[in-house]
């Protein structure tokens, strides 16, 4: 059954801690894409990686850190720079490849919660 | 500065009758558009997308107009059923920019049985 699978659910932590949340597709797609959603807001692109070892800042990159070191899986980490933390946050994959139909499919989301 | 709007935060309709989302966007060389569906605590599904080299596309009873020369797009379901009760969300993106695409900030639709 293929898909994309986010973890947890919900995260809680303190200021000053950095945390790491998790992104894995079994799609065999070469793009992946983490966003925050805020109340009120659309989505908004921390990060994208359109192959392994490689990938690139959002509008909104400040305070985040990512790593692309296997197709599956696209970490990422909220560091303690990172002002507003709490939200909601979504990783996407796609094929990536231009020309084709390359919508995003989205995993469940991580809201995150800072203290 | 938001490229995609939708201008309408929120939206009821009788079941069976039209629903009509829209969505308006400012930068002319976007040429490939999406529209996802979203419940509360999950992530988006995608629903439907066109080219900028069509002005429609249907699948079901969704249809997605294109009007280039107004920078708008519009959903439209018929018959609104109250399962379709959930925030939509327009996207739009330029081909050849590595799949980033700018979404807008989401119409909440309420189908009223």
């Known amino acids: 059954d293929g898909g994309i699978t986010q973890s947890p659910k919900y995260l809680f932590r303190k200021e000053g801690q950095n945390v790491t949340l998790s992104c894995e597709q079994n799609?065999?797609?070469?793009?992946m894409y983490w966003y925050r959603q805020d109340p009120g807001q659309g989505l908004r692109l921390i990060y994208y990686?359109?192959?392994?070892?490689?990938?690139q800042k959002g509008d909104i990159a400040e305070g985040y850190s990512v790593s692309r070191e296997k197709k599956e899986s696209f970490p990422l980490t909220v560091t303690s720079a990172q002002k507003n933390p709490t939200a909601f946050y979504l990783c996407?994959?796609?094929?990536?490849?231009?020309?084709?139909?390359?919508?995003?499919?989205f995993g469940p989301g991580t809201r995150l919660t800072v203290t | 500065d938001q490229q995609v709007k939708q201008n309408s935060p929120s939206l009821s309709v009788q079941e069976g009758r039209i629903s009509i989302l829209n969505c308006d966007y400012t930068n002319s060389m976007f040429d490939y558009f999406l529209w996802y569906k979203k419940y509360p605590a999950e992530g988006p599904t995608f629903l439907i997308s066109i080219s900028s080299i069509k002005d429609k596309n249907e699948d079901g009873r969704f249809t997605v107009f294109l009007n280039k020369s107004a920078k708008h797009l519009s959903l439209h379901i018929v018959p609104s059923q109250p399962g379709d009760s959930a925030v939509y969300f327009c996207?739009?993106?330029?081909?050849?920019?590595?799949?980033?695409?700018?979404f807008g900030t989401g119409t909440s639709l309420t189908v009223i049985p």
């Open positions: 996407a994959s796609s094929t990536g490849i231009a020309g084709e139909s390359y919508e995003q499919y």
């Open positions: 996207a739009a993106s330029v081909s050849n920019t590595g799949n980033q695409f700018y």
């Open positions: 799609l065999n797609h070469d793009a």
């Open positions: 990686s359109q192959i392994v070892n490689d990938f």
